[in-house]
């Protein structure tokens, strides 16, 4: 299994990103994936995460409102559109694939991970 993350970058507050990351060697429709981020001393948390049928969100309340997760099961690709973003948001982000069928915190609840892409917000 392979997931591989990109649209990273460097951007101003306010500005908006979107993120991609794309998997091979799973049947991608059958699982739940999320999107993490790790900021520099921090701990991984989760931002966002879509259920395998697409048939629910969940947000992290820091996010809610600006961040957007969907998936396109036939490109076995889930996205993340940030929009309005802050020097907080500033961190690596990672696409993960759930063990199960719901969207958990807890990154120990992940099976594959992809690489992670830098995003960076300047004031």
């Known amino acids: 299994v392979q997931l591989q993350a990109s649209g990273g970058g460097l951007v101003q507050a306010g500005d908006s990103l979107r993120l991609s990351c794309t998997a091979s060697?799973?049947?991608?429709?059958?699982?739940?994936t999320a999107w993490f981020r790790q900021a520099p001393g921090k701990e991984r948390e989760l931002v966002a995460g879509?259920?395998?049928?697409?048939?629910?969100?969940d947000y992290a309340d820091s996010v809610k409102g600006r961040f957007t997760i969907s998936r396109d099961n036939a490109k076995n690709t889930v996205y993340l559109q940030m929009n309005s973003l802050k020097p907080e948001d500033t961190a690596t982000y990672y696409c993960?694939?759930?063990?199960?069928?719901?969207?958990?915190?807890?990154?120990?609840?992940?099976?594959?991970w992809g690489q992670g892409t830098l995003v960076t917000v300047s004031s």
């Open positions: 993960a694939v759930a063990r199960s069928g719901l969207v958990r915190a807890n990154s120990a609840e992940y099976a594959w």
């Open positions: 060697g799973l049947t991608f429709i059958s699982y739940t």
């Open positions: 879509v259920r395998r049928t697409s048939s629910g969100t």
